[in-house]
């Protein structure tokens, strides 16, 4: 099935380092979605976006929707050791069915 | 929290039985999803609810059925559990348009 290209697949970095990840596909979306998932639970959402070019934020989280619409940004500024879990980006077409299209996930390790 | 129930949380059971998991909303959101999510392949969808009644597969549908009779329950049933459908089971739900989906904390299913 349809996975998106999702990199880094895992980083390691030190309590304060800012962090960055992307998604790229070879298809057009309408919306782009950026997920955590911690250990044991299930994928909770952090941004949502719905305009090519959209840049959108969450606390120490910024997310981009690219403007050729195949691609979007993650970055994560001053991380901290709770920002430890696997991070997923999704698109979606919209239309009748909402149905997403997963990246392939990447795992961020935090060391205080 | 989305207001989504899965059950059970964890489920141990032999190869050939019938499983059948649940997942229950208090939103009152006109679709729903069944995911499974393993190691190396991300999310990837089952089934796919668009209202009581209607429903139709996703890209690995085959050993599985689903059904759903109420707005709030949606249910996806191994008719014949396989080592193969071991896996992390997720539920998520949405409004519909362009509106995300949030999921359940998911159900680990070990078939032996």
């Known amino acids: 099935g349809q996975q998106l290209n999702q990199s880094p697949q895992s980083m390691f970095i030190q309590e304060g380092e800012d962090v960055s990840m992307n998604c790229t596909s070879s298809?057009?979306?309408?919306?782009w979605l950026w997920y955590k998932q911690d250990p044991g639970e299930g994928p909770v959402l952090l941004i949502a976006?719905?305009?090519?070019?959209e840049l959108t934020s969450n606390g120490r989280l910024t997310a981009q929707f690219g403007i050729t619409r195949k691609d979007s940004f993650l970055n994560i500024s001053a991380s901290i050791p709770s920002d430890v879990g696997i991070y997923f980006c999704a698109g979606q077409y919209g239309g009748a069915t909402n149905k997403l299209i997963f990246g392939t996930g990447t795992l961020l390790a935090v060391q205080p | 929290d989305a207001g989504i129930t899965q059950s059970p949380r964890h489920k141990v059971t032999e190869t050939g039985t019938p499983v059948t998991l649940r997942c229950h909303q208090t939103e009152n959101h006109r679709y729903m999803y069944w995911y499974r999510q393993d190691p190396g392949h991300g999310l990837r969808l089952i089934h796919y609810s668009y209202g009581v009644k209607d429903t139709d597969k996703g890209e690995v549908s085959d050993g599985y059925s689903v059904s759903r009779s109420k707005t709030e329950d949606f249910l996806l049933t191994l008719e014949s559990a396989t080592s193969s459908q071991t896996s992390v089971y997720f539920c998520a739900i949405s409004a519909g348009g362009y509106q995300p989906q949030h999921f359940g904390d998911g159900t680990r299913l070990s078939i032996l």
């Open positions: 298809s057009i979306f309408n919306t």
């Open positions: 976006l719905y305009k090519a070019g």
